[in-house]
């Protein structure tokens, strides 16, 4: 090889580091953020003289308003170029996060919470697209598995440094640490990420299919969050769950129709994808009823300080910290299957230990049970993330449904699973994880 090739390859592989120490600092702020505001939020209720009903929409909100709009996003980044939509969702994250800080009522918090989420949603739809881009498909798992790392190291420093920086300070304080962190993740993409390739033909952003697909989902996870509370049978659930069957319905119609769809249905096609899509919805169901539920039980239940209950929450994310990078370097050799599988019947294992906790359990009990929840996450992200972003080519189609520069066989991407990608889905990589989080 050439000295002038050897150095542009040097130059590429480099420059890829670089791309995931900027999304790695990303990562990590949106997981501090949010683990830290799930440790706090018992003293947000406290502070604020409300009922836990009325605080539980800081958090309702935030996922009400990323769900609904990761998909258009997602898309957005496809069209726009997904390194200005990133840094746009930083700058909105940023400025929404001093503003949670500053709120005088619960109504002003859930109110910035909804604008955080705006650009949070910006993050999660175009980080694991810039990634994939940006790195070879052999080395998928570990650059995932890396990210993974730093969601953990995230999660692991959030619940210890909320309860630190409450009783220090306030509530407040966890909102405010968001700039700095922020700041510097802002700095980092715009000096690393490179910007992205003009697009190779005009295609039009799917209103009509963004419009109803968020109405449809917001319908849908309102009417499953309040059901509860306000009666499963009560008129306003019951319009809720119906609205949202018929807009969904509605939503698969339109996909079907357009030439430039929101979501390309026939992603759904490869088994790979589906699979893979059905097992990270349930992955991060279980994970993230953990993520609310036991601050509630550490601190009300068992009348642990904001900083203990912290301290024995880091369990889980320590855990995954240390079994993602390996489990994704695993993949990478070995396929996804095995890994997630083995992941995911870990995971149930620490669900049913933490399903029999008490008020009177040992807390070495509650770090057990995290653990073995942390072990079982961290060995099935990573894996089932490289799967899914293996499940459709990397080149659009062209305007007669074939696939441009596909290139042989053995130059395809393997899904993880043991075999070839799926071919001919008419939708590009960068889309997947935006498929799959709004799905």
């Not at 005009?202 to 009417?223: H, N, P, Q, S, Y």
């Not at 030439?259 to 249905?265: F, H, K, S």
């Not at 072990?375 to 459709?392: D, E, R, V």
Request: contains cysteine; glycine residues 10%.
């Amino acid at each position: 090889m050439a000295p002038q090739q050897t150095a542009t390859a040097q130059s590429t592989s480099n420059r890829k580091w670089l791309v995931l120490l900027a999304i790695g600092v990303g990562t990590f702020m949106s997981a501090l953020d949010g683990s830290v505001v799930n440790t706090t939020l018992p003293v947000i209720t406290r502070d604020f003289h409300s009922e836990v009903a009325t605080t539980e929409w800081v958090v309702t909100i935030y996922l009400l308003v990323v769900s609904g709009l990761l998909l258009s996003f997602g898309r957005l980044g496809d069209l726009r170029g997904h390194k200005s939509v990133y840094l746009t969702g930083f700058t909105i994250f940023i400025v929404s996060s001093a503003l949670c800080g500053l709120a005088q009522s619960p109504l002003m918090l859930i109110g910035s919470r909804a604008l955080q989420a705006l650009g949070g949603a910006m993050l999660f739809a175009n980080s694991p697209a810039i990634l994939t881009k940006n790195f070879p498909a052999q080395e998928r798992g570990r650059a995932l598995g890396l990210q993974g790392t730093m969601t953990y190291l995230g999660l692991t420093a959030g619940p210890s440094l909320g309860g630190w920086l409450t009783q220090l300070f306030s509530w407040r304080a966890v909102f405010y640490i968001n700039v700095p962190v922020g700041l510097l993740a802002v700095f980092l993409s715009w000096r690393f990420i490179p910007a992205d390739a003009p697009a190779e033909r005009a295609e039009k952003f799917d209103r009509a299919g963004a419009a109803v697909f968020m109405a449809g989902l917001i319908a849908l996870l309102l009417g499953l969050n309040q059901g509860a509370s306000w009666g499963w049978t009560s008129p306003a659930i019951i319009a809720l769950l119906s609205g949202a069957l018929v807009l969904l319905g509605v939503f698969i119609v339109i996909e079907q129709r357009v030439t430039n769809p929101m979501l390309d249905l026939s992603l759904f096609r490869s088994r790979t994808f589906s699979a893979s899509t059905a097992s990270a919805i349930l992955n991060y169901v279980c994970v993230y009823t953990i993520l609310f539920l036991l601050p509630f039980y550490l601190i009300q239940g068992r009348s642990l300080s904001p900083s203990e209950a912290g301290l024995i929450l880091t369990t889980q994310p320590i855990v995954m910290a240390i079994i993602a990078p390996l489990s994704g370097q695993l993949s990478d050799r070995m396929g996804a299957r095995t890994l997630s599988v083995a992941g995911m019947a870990i995971l149930a294992i620490g669900l049913w230990l933490l399903s029999r906790l008490t008020p009177e359990s040992a807390l070495n009990e509650v770090t057990l049970a995290l653990a073995v929840v942390g072990l079982g996450t961290g060995s099935f992200i990573a894996p089932n993330s490289s799967a899914l972003m293996g499940a459709a080519p990397r080149h659009r189609p062209d305007g007669h449904g074939q696939l441009r520069g596909r290139g042989p066989p053995h130059a395809r991407d393997h899904d993880g699973f043991g075999s070839r990608s799926a071919r001919g889905s008419g939708r590009s990589q960068d889309q997947i994880t935006s498929a799959v989080r709004g799905t």
